[in-house]
T-cell receptor, first 112, second 110 residues
Framework: DAGVTQSPTHLIKTRGQQVTLRCSPK?????VSWYQQALGQGPQFIFQ???????QRGNFPDRFSGHQFPNYSSELNVNALLLGDSALYLC???????????FGPGTRLLVL | GENVEQHPSTLSVQEGDSAVIKCTYS??????FPWYKQELGKRPQLIID?????GEKKDQRIAVTLNKTAKHFSLHITETQPEDSAVYFC?????????FGTGTRLQVFP
């Protein structure tokens, strides 16, 4: 039973570029949440997808957008990258929005 | 807004001693409180969680207590081992998004 997977594992971009990160939830899970974890900090909630819709959103600008596909996998897109977007981006899945969230290994993004 | 405070930021204990990490949350509507362990360069892993209709939960050497009135919850690790060394995060959930504390770096010395 595969857990939550994310790709790519690492990414280097320059300011102003755009990036797409991908997440496949744990088998049997239909809810995907995205978090940003800066170095030495706790994860910060970006948004949550359920039934292909953005269900909730944290305090992140519109440059951060996402999508959920019919197979429950999800993408996080960040436009007009800033140096401050450098972080570990974590995806978590759950069987329904109210249930326990399990994290993927993350994508480490470095913006130069 | 929603906020979770976590103390201490670092904790050093001798192997075999107990460790206690405390968190306070701001939103009284929070109803779910998980704890995650994150080793260097790895994903956060759920170690224990508690819901607001329960005051205490134990799983072998790990226990969590919840005081809803005071809006406090704590993680207790007994008989610590070197492999318990990691960063521990508490979180509180309302409307299903997790609000995390700032983390506690636990070091267990042999």
């Amino acid at each position: 039973d595969a857990g939550v997977t994310q790709s790519p594992t690492h990414l280097i971009k320059t300011r102003g570029q755009q990036v797409t990160l991908r997440c496949s939830p744990k088998s049997g899970h239909d809810t995907v949440s995205w978090y940003q974890q800066a170095l030495g900090q706790g994860p910060q909630f970006i948004f949550q997808y359920y039934e292909e819709e953005e269900r909730q959103r944290g305090n992140f600008p519109d440059r951060f957008s996402g999508h959920q596909f019919p197979n429950y996998s999800s993408e996080l897109n960040v436009n007009a990258l800033l140096l401050g977007d450098s972080a570990l981006y974590l995806c978590a899945s759950s069987s329904v929005p109210q249930e326990t969230q399990y994290f993927g290994p993350g994508t480490r993004l470095l913006v130069l | 807004g929603e906020n979770v405070e976590q103390h201490p930021s670092t904790l050093s204990v001798q192997e075999g001693d107990s460790a206690v990490i405390k968190c306070t949350y701001s939103d009284s509507a929070s109803n779910y409180f998980p704890w995650y362990k994150q080793e260097l360069g790895k994903r956060p892993q759920l170690i224990i969680d508690i819901r607001s209709n329960v005051g205490e939960k134990k799983d072998q050497r790990i226990a969590v207590t919840l005081n809803k009135t005071a809006k406090h919850f704590s993680l207790h690790i007994t008989e610590t081992q070197p492999e318990d060394s990691a960063v521990y995060f508490c979180a509180a959930s309302y409307t299903d998004k997790l609000i995390f504390g700032t983390g506690t770096r636990l070091q267990v010395f042999p």
